[in-house]
């Protein structure tokens, strides 16, 4: 089956630290794969996406490469802001035509700490 | 583009009544529209997907005639939470997209508090 797996949170940085959110996936065939954030109280929000291996998604200072060869996905930055304290969803859509629904891992939360 | 709207944002019900919630793409036709509900700390989990012109489909263990959903038009699918209880309190979010290969686009949720 198709499924997404992520690193468990909360994850807890100072400004300025470097960032990885480890993410890897299951699916057949040849998925898209999305990194969503979503701030306190919102809705989720596109970070980042990649549509096919080695693409690499970047957005904001945050990156991440389509690494089909691990089946992983991890999301990166190099200099975190207490502003990008949120919950990081990644997500895939398997396609096998037509329309496809977003599978997500678990979540994993950010804190940055001035 | 590709705007998603969602409202209401807050909602408070007394049990045993009944709550709408409308999401509509502002700038795109949506034959397609997904609802999840988001339990604190938690992932989103998929309720069902709605069809344009046609029943929705729902996930296992979503119960249909509590949770009603009506895709009248290409813009707008309403969710419904019919006699509610505090148990359904939660945070409700839509999603849609023009095409489904750039993502999906999320409405702002609707935290919904049943008393």
């Known amino acids: 089956g198709n499924s997404v797996t992520q690193m468990e949170g909360p994850v807890t940085l100072s400004e300025e630290a470097f960032l990885t959110i480890n993410c890897t996936y299951t699916?057949?065939?040849?998925?898209?794969l999305f990194w969503y954030v979503q701030y306190p109280g919102e809705g989720l929000q596109l970070l980042l996406k990649?549509?096919?291996?080695?693409d690499k998604g970047s957005n904001k200072g945050f990156e991440a490469t389509y690494r089909k060869e691990t089946t992983s996905f991890h999301l990166e930055k190099g200099s975190v802001q207490v502003s990008d304290s949120a919950v990081y969803f990644c997500?895939?859509?398997?396609?096998?035509?037509?329309?496809?629904?977003?599978?997500f891992g678990a979540g994993t939360r950010l804190a940055v700490h001035p | 583009g590709a705007v998603v709207s969602q409202h209401p944002s807050r909602v408070i019900c007394k049990s045993g009544t009944s709550v709408k919630i409308e999401c509509r793409s502002l700038?795109?036709?949506?034959?397609?529209m997904f609802w999840y509900r988001q339990f604190p700390k938690k992932s989103l989990m998929l309720m069902a997907t709605?069809?344009?012109?046609?029943?929705?489909?729902?996930e296992q263990g979503v119960e249909k005639d509590k949770f009603l959903i009506n895709h009248a038009s290409l813009t707008l699918s309403t969710l419904t939470v019919t006699s509610a209880h505090p148990e359904d309190s939660s945070f409700y979010i839509c999603?849609?997209?023009?095409?489904?290969?750039?993502?999906?686009?999320f409405g702002s949720g609707t935290r919904l508090t049943v008393v």
């Open positions: 999603s849609a997209s023009p095409d489904s290969s750039r993502g999906y686009t």
């Open positions: 699916a057949t065939g040849y998925p898209s």
């Open positions: 990649a549509t096919k291996a080695d």
């Open positions: 997500a895939l859509i398997p396609y096998s035509g037509g329309y496809n629904k977003l599978i």
């Open positions: 700038d795109f036709q949506a034959t397609t």
């Open positions: 709605s069809n344009e012109g046609s029943k929705a489909t729902y």
